[in-house]
Each structure stands twice: as C-alpha cells, then as structure tokens.
C-alpha cells in the first residue's frame, strides 16, 4: 500500500458500551467502513454491543476500566500507544476526559455529545449552567462536532463559532433481521434506561389511562434503571426485563403490537424509534422536538391523548398496520448514507492527507472484536 492510501484510523472513547450510545457507534463504525476504528470503553453490564465491522474497514476494541482515574490513565494510554488520526469522544464524561488529553498530544478531536447534559430536566437550573460552563470551555478545544440533527447542531454552534459541525443524521448500522417469526406476546413495549429522561411517569399515566379504559392487555419496558423508577412499574403490572443483548432486545420488541417513545428530551431521532420502525412496528411517541425532524411515527403532547390512539390501534389490525408501514420510512437506507457522507467528510476534513502519511507505526493494544 502506498502512502497515500494509508487508511485514517479514528479512535473512539466511550465511558460505557450501552443502549443508545452503543447503537450509534456501531452505526457510525458501519457507515464509514474506509476507516480503520478502535474503541475505547467500558462495556456495560448485561449489554453487548454485538458484532459490528466496517465492509472494508478494521474495528478494534480496547476495555476500559470503571474507575474514574482508572479511566483517565486508560485513555492517555490508549492516545499514546494508538497514535490515532482523530479522536472521537462519545457523550458527556467521555468528552471532557478525552478531549483535554488529545489536545495535550495534538490530535484533532471529534465530539459528539449523544444529548447535552445542559439539557436534562431532572437537575437544578444552577447544575444545568455548570454543565452548559463546562461544555462551553471544552468547545474550545474542539475540532469538530458529530451532531444528532438539526437541534443539537444549534446548540453546538452557540457553542463555537470555530469548530466543524456535521449532522450525523441518526440511522441503522443494518435493519435488524430476525432469524424465526417471533409471536406477539405483550401489547406495548419501549426500550431504554429507566431514568427522568426516558419519561417513566409518562408512561406509567398512559398505561394506567388504557387500564382506566377498560384494556386488560400487557407492556413491557425492556431495560434497567433507577431502582425507584423500576418499581412503579411493576406495580402497575409493567413488566421491566432488565439489560438484554441487542439479539434479545430485538426478539422482544418484535413481541410487541405497539413501540411507544415517551422521552421527556432527545438530542435527535432515538435510536430505539429507528430500530422499532425497521421491525415493522406501529409507534406512537411523545411529541418532543428531535421527533419532528422524520415523518413516520404519530407524536402527542398528553399522556390522555397517547391513550386514546394506543386503543384505536389496538381495536383495528387495519389502523396499526397503516401506521407502522408510515413508520417503516424513518428506518430507509438513505439516512445510513447520508450518515456514511456526512461523518466522512468531517473526518477527512480534520486529518489532512499528509498526517496519515506520516504517521508513526503505532502498537495497538491486545483487541477483541465488536
């Protein structure tokens, strides 16, 4: 190979291989196959990432340890032995501890926050503006953005004025494929942690309006979360699964009539939405912001009126099934190449041609395979 061929390596730093973060890198690994990636995290508990490699390209993975000066050392040594092309720090803690020390050994770095911490709704107004304080002096050191859509993109340039910012529009690495017909074993299902951002409350008044409303059917939240959170829900006969690997929490959101999205904020499209619409499910979401950027899926602002459609569709095969081909567009494979062009070109655009040429030959760690 020629030096003008070496491939960019890109290395990606995670606090945690979980949920929606996971699930984006793995579609960002995908879309951009002409690279070489290593990831850097800590594999959440009870969650696999799965198998993920780029058509052409190579994915490594390195483990991160779970203690905060742990994973500083970690990462400083993972910069200095892979001596990547780029850097590219996933969500908030990942972000203010990786950005730092690749400014220190002078490697571009790619940011992309998966929701900015300034937006959550369960802190007060004075945590908010440290986390905002926080944001707005990392952006200074910021090379460039991997934004969710729209909204993010906004926020990210009130951020900086300097920094590259490219609308990864979220999408699949791949539609799920189930290998046999899965039988509809419960009504309505969600997916994600149970926490103040993904609305439990929300979805607890819905469920307890259907009970209300004579429905004696079945919901599931497949994830974990806050023990309290957790709670409720079953005691409102909500069936909470725990973490499951991707293979799993696909077979049973395929159990499912009905995907319900009740997030009180989102940085863009949730990933669980998009996975949800390529199994051909109905979906029905609270009408936040991010949900507005795709057609597809049917958004209410009331707990009253979310009900009343989840009957409707639930009494008419022929309602649901209007709806979820309507959905079925939120999941097509041009958003997987827009998301492919738009991440590339950010990339190619930080590492010039003569920094791949002239990198050094790098020791990579001991790996094992997404």
Known sequence: MVASERRIRVLHVSETLGSGVATALQAYISATPQFDHIVLASPHRGYSIGKSRGAAGSVAFIEMRARRLQQFIDTARALRCTQPDLVHAHSSWAGALARPLARLMSYPIVYSPHCYAFLREDVSRAARALF?????????????????????????RRLSRRALIAEVVPALAKNPILTETVAKTHDICTVGRICPQKGPEF????????????????????????????????????????????????????????????????????????????LGLPIVARAIGPLRDRTGPELFSSTSSMAERLLELLDSEDESAKLARSCTQSAGPAWKELQGVALSTLYRQLVPVQSVQGRRASKIFPTKGL
């Open 132 to 156: 905002w304080l926080v944001e707005r002096v990392l952006a200074r050191i910021t090379s460039g953005y991997a934004v969710a859509g729209p909204f993010e993109a906004r926020l990210s």
């Open 203 to 278: 979805f607890i008044e819905v469920i307890d309006l259907l009970h209300e409303a004579g429905w004696h059917g079945s919901a599931t939240w497949i994830g974990a979360g806050d023990e309290r959170e957790e709670g409720l829900l079953r005691e409102r006969g909500i069936c909470v699964t725990g973490w499951q690997n991707r293979d799993d929490v696909l077979a049973t959101m395929s159990g499912s009539r009905i995907y319900i999205h009740t997030a009180t904020w989102e940085a863009g499209f949730p990933y669980a939405v998009l996975e949800a619409a390529a």
